[in-house]
């Protein structure tokens, strides 16, 4: 099975598709690459499609110092893969925690990105001392029952096209993740410097998608938007946390529109 080893950690990654212009996804906070599923069907026909799990996610190594689940070092195992498989210039495309990370390679490495499209995700992971008390008591379940306890928790209601397979592919995904991985990148997450004083410096062609659904996410998306000079907005409708997955035809002509009109690495 294809890994890299970056940063001293073994990245499991798949390449898939064309040999058309290079397109890499990077998905969220306990998820994995299988999240894109519909868009490596979808744009495997057109692009060469990279996919990547990040550290303690899928089958990727998760270390047990957990101060190494930062959005930066994530980037970093990010970037050590693109130019493990020879990317010179790419799309990015990043989901909620996905998101923040490609914010900071949008920020660091301008000049490889031919577009940049954030889904799902705001330029701060703040949350308020009510959900922190929640997700505080998910963390300690996880350290004194296992991943297991945790993925039998009550959820949210599911998003108007979600799916009872869905969830339980979620649910089994969740139980076979790592205490070390589960915390840590969370903790990486909310303790990101977030990119607040930072983003308008973003020079790539931007496209920000989210769910109309997506509670305290649309403020945030449509914050990047306002402040990414140039930056496209695209609200889902009926759509959660994760359209690349709820509602998969609206979420690729979205984002097909977006790469084409950045094809080549400029806007027509």
């Not at 139980?175 to 930072?198: H, N, Q, Y």
């Not at 920000?208 to 659904?213: A, F, K, M, S």
């Amino acid at each position: 099975m294809p890994h890299a080893n970056v940063n001293g950690i073994d990245i499991y990654f798949e390449t898939h598709g064309s040999d058309g212009e290079p397109l890499v996804f990077v998905h969220g906070y306990t998820g994995d690459l299988s999240d894109w599923r519909h868009q490596v069907a979808e744009f495997g026909r057109t692009h060469c499609v990279l996919v990547v799990d990040n550290r303690g996610h899928g089958r990727s190594h998760s270390p047990s110092e957990r101060e190494t689940y930062n959005v930066l070092q994530m980037a970093s195992d990010l970037e050590g893969v693109i130019s493990g498989v020879g990317f010179e210039r790419y799309h990015l495309v990043g989901h909620s925690m996905g998101g923040a990370i490609s914010q900071e390679i949008a920020l660091k490495s301008p000049g490889r990105l031919m577009s940049l499209t954030i889904e799902d995700s705001g330029h701060s992971f703040e949350m308020n001392p009510n959900v922190l008390q929640f997700l505080e008591k998910r963390y300690e379940i996880a350290e004194q029952q296992g991943m297991e306890a945790v993925a039998n928790l009550p959820g949210l209601p599911p998003p108007p096209h979600g799916t009872a397979a869905r969830k339980a592919e979620e649910k089994a995904r969740l139980s076979r993740m790592s205490v070390d991985g589960f915390v840590g990148a969370w903790r990486g997450l909310t303790s990101w410097r977030g990119t607040t004083d930072r983003i308008q410096n973003v020079t790539t062609p931007t496209l920000v998608i989210c769910g109309e659904l997506d509670g305290a996410l649309v403020p945030q998306a449509t914050s990047l938007a306002e402040k990414i000079p140039g930056a496209v907005l695209e609200m889902i409708p009926e759509a959660g946390h994760s359209p690349q997955f709820e509602r998969p035809d609206l979420f690729n002509a979205a984002l097909r529109k977006h790469l084409d009109r950045n094809a080549g690495g400029g806007a027509k």
